[in-house]
């Protein structure tokens, strides 16, 4: 059964960094997707960043190109979200999902069918 957890969220003070982690358990499709999403209170959830198992391709949100960085350590089976340069706006809770079959990026959020239980992240000075 796949299952994902996140961790690494936190408080920070804008400009400052912080890296959220995703452990996928039971992914044995060659074949998938695996994204980061977050929400804010009272705001649509925003698909933030993905990552492609079939050619290693990934995307960033504008709101997040050129702070955030998606990576993957396959030996850790873990997917990681570097995020720098964080402001106020990024504050929110921060979902890593896996879309299973897909081989183009994607940060539709209906394509992804197992979700992780958030972490939250919270800039402020």
């Known amino acids: 059964q796949l299952q994902l957890v996140e961790s690494g969220g936190g408080l920070v003070q804008p400009g400052g960094s912080l890296r959220l982690s995703c452990v996928a358990s039971?992914?044995?499709?060659?074949?998938?997707?695996i994204g980061w999403f977050r929400q804010a209170p009272g705001k649509e959830r925003e698909g933030v960043s993905c990552?492609?198992?079939?050619?290693?391709?990934?995307y960033y949100a504008d709101s997040v190109k050129g702070r955030f960085t998606i990576s993957r350590d396959n030996a850790k089976n873990t997917v990681y979200l570097q995020m720098n340069s964080l402001k106020p706006e990024d504050a929110a809770v921060y979902y890593c999902?896996?879309?299973?079959?897909?081989?183009?990026?994607?940060?539709?959020?209906?394509?992804?069918?197992?979700w992780g239980q958030g972490t939250q992240v919270t800039v402020s000075s």
């Open positions: 990552f492609v198992s079939s050619d290693g391709s990934t």
């Open positions: 039971g992914l044995t499709s060659e074949y998938y997707a």
């Open positions: 999902a896996v879309a299973v079959g897909i081989v183009v990026t994607t940060i539709d959020g209906n394509e992804y069918g197992c």
